[in-house]
């Protein structure tokens, strides 16, 4: 679905919550480890700095293209450098929902990226996966320890075409 229609019920609870807490800052409270709690517009760079190395698939960092116009050079570079190979996920730094994110099979590719687009960009090494979950923790203010309210296992969307018996 496209973002305005996901996530238009979400507002009227917002402007409901700033009436009733005294802020709309108050729906960003939730993670202080993230520049208003990943509610738009963070820097991923700057949360996988914050995570433990082990922690985190191996990034780069590549500036935006008017600081940093031979960005594809140094890319590669720290490829050779550090034992990457393509593909890479190459993403904007801050971005919503996957916009901008693409598997860059070829410096060729890569090129092409860097080329459209302006912004600062993180690249990162290539997992197959699908080894991605979501977990919703929570701790009350008053409370010494918080509870897991779910996990969710990610999977990507397929089609799946039935097999008629004939």
Not at 36 to 46: C, L, T
Not at 91 to 102: E, S, T
């Amino acid at each position: 679905w496209p973002a305005a229609v996901f996530y238009a019920p979400l507002l009227p609870a917002g402007f409901w919550l700033h009436f009733r807490y005294g802020g709309i800052g108050t729906m960003t409270a939730c993670n202080p480890g993230i520049p208003h709690s990943g509610f738009i517009g963070e820097s991923k760079r700057q949360i996988l700095e914050n995570l433990p190395a082990e922690a985190v698939i191996p990034y780069f960092y590549l500036g935006p293209r008017a600081e940093d116009p031979r960005r594809t050079e140094r890319l590669l570079a720290h490829m050779q450098q550090a034992g990457w190979e393509f593909p890479v996920i190459l993403k904007p730094d801050a971005a919503q929902r996957g916009d901008g994110l693409r598997l860059a099979k070829s410096a060729d590719e890569a090129r092409e990226y860097f080329a459209a687009v302006q912004h600062p960009v993180i690249a990162q090494t290539y997992h197959p996966g699908p080894y991605e979950a979501g977990v919703f923790y929570y701790r009350m203010p008053d409370a010494p320890r918080g509870r897991i309210l779910s996990i969710t296992d990610k999977h990507l969307p397929a089609t799946v075409w039935p097999r008629w018996k004939s």
